[in-house]
């Protein structure tokens, strides 16, 4: 069922949204990642989000008390717009990743859907979400440029004029071009430089023709591209560290910062 611009705009003013969840209406809680690499380890990663999400909501002290306490039920998603092939639908399960399973009834179960998003003929997905069609469209065109040649500054802004032409979230893109342009092209150049780095790391593998040389050229490609990323930057040192995960003074020896 289609919806009007003035009902989309009353539904979002219904939530109150952060970067990986929503309460809507404060009865739900919704966690959504959105990817453009393929990552099987999903489940973990909402269930560390969730822990941090109640350890926020929920006073501390609430553990010890006798009455139970109540929490807001969570969901999960992931939306996958990336190149691989990925089926339009599956599901990733927590207990999938366990070494044994557990007997009697202690298993914690955590399923997260994950819905292919890119732009496909008959998804059904993208027919019934007039945003989520306009966001995929709109990723298929910047990709489509890219492709053909262009800067991604100017595919991006091919994108935008072609999603205004056609009524996809026109209005959002004629209000926030700016924006638009500058949180994507940081998010393409962070994709970009670890794709590269994926390759360098292959290549000094082959090089040396053992799995010691893929873990070398892994650490140092993932060294490298954060560095770049602090370079540019798209990154702090204290989060290129974080996610080197070592400390600060560290990373700055090893990639000469």
Same mark, same amino acid.
């Given at each position: 069922?289609?919806?009007?611009?003035?009902?989309?705009?009353?539904?979002?003013?219904?939530?109150?949204?952060?970067?990986?969840?929503?309460?809507?209406?404060?009865?739900?809680?919704? =966690?959504?990642?959105?990817?453009?690499?393929?990552?099987?380890?999903?489940?973990?990663?909402?269930?560390?989000?969730? +822990?941090?999400? #109640?350890?926020?909501?929920?006073?501390?002290?609430?553990?010890?008390?006798?009455?139970?306490?109540?929490?807001?039920?969570?969901?999960? #998603?992931?939306?996958?717009?990336?190149?691989?092939?990925?089926?339009?639908?599956?599901? =990733?399960?927590?207990?999938?990743?366990?070494?044994?399973?557990?007997?009697?009834?202690? %298993?914690?179960?955590?399923?997260?859907?994950?819905?292919?998003?890119?732009?496909?003929?008959?998804?059904?997905?993208?027919?019934?979400?007039?945003?989520?069609?306009?966001?995929?469209?709109?990723?298929?065109?910047?990709?489509?440029?890219?492709?053909?040649?262009?800067?991604?500054?100017?595919?991006?802004?091919?994108?935008?004029?072609?999603?205004?032409?056609?009524?996809?979230?026109?209005?959002?893109?004629?209000?926030?071009?700016?924006?638009?342009?500058?949180?994507?092209?940081?998010?393409?150049?962070?994709?970009? +430089? %670890?794709?590269?780095?994926?390759?360098? +790391?292959?290549?000094?593998?082959?090089?040396?023709?053992?799995?010691?040389?893929?873990?070398?050229?892994?650490?140092?490609?993932?060294?490298?591209?954060?560095?770049?990323?602090?370079?540019?930057?798209?990154?702090?040192?204290?989060?290129?560290?974080?996610?080197?995960?070592?400390?600060?003074?560290?990373?700055?020896? =090893?990639? +000469?910062?």
């Amino acid at each position: 069922m289609s919806t009007t611009r003035g009902q989309r705009r009353r539904a979002k003013t219904e939530c109150r949204i952060n970067q990986r969840f929503l309460c809507i209406k404060g009865r739900l809680v919704v =966690l959504i990642e959105q990817q453009s690499t393929w990552n099987p380890n999903m489940p973990l990663r909402f269930l560390w989000y969730l +822990a941090k999400l #109640y350890r926020r909501q929920v006073p501390r002290d609430m553990q010890y008390h006798i009455k139970l306490v109540r929490l807001e039920t969570p969901e999960f #998603y992931v939306l996958y717009n990336g190149r691989d092939e990925e089926p339009p639908y599956q599901v =990733l399960r927590l207990e999938d990743a366990f070494e044994e399973t557990p007997a009697g009834d202690s %298993l914690l179960r955590l399923h997260v859907p994950c819905y292919n998003v890119n732009v496909t003929p008959g998804s059904e997905l993208l027919e019934k979400c007039y945003e989520l069609r306009s966001y995929s469209v709109f990723v298929a065109k910047v990709r489509e440029g890219k492709d053909s040649g262009m800067t991604l500054d100017d595919a991006i802004i091919a994108a935008m004029r072609y999603c205004i032409t056609h009524d996809l979230m026109a209005d959002y893109f004629k209000e926030n071009e700016s924006e638009v342009l500058d949180m994507v092209s940081t998010k393409w150049d962070w994709n970009e +430089a %670890l794709r590269v780095a994926r390759e360098d +790391a292959a290549e000094m593998a082959r090089e040396e023709g053992m799995e010691k040389g893929m873990e070398k050229g892994m650490e140092k490609g993932r060294w490298t591209t954060l560095a770049e990323l602090v370079q540019k930057g798209i990154l702090t040192i204290k989060d290129a560290a974080q996610m080197a995960g070592m400390s600060e003074g560290k990373f700055r020896k =090893l990639a +000469a910062l």
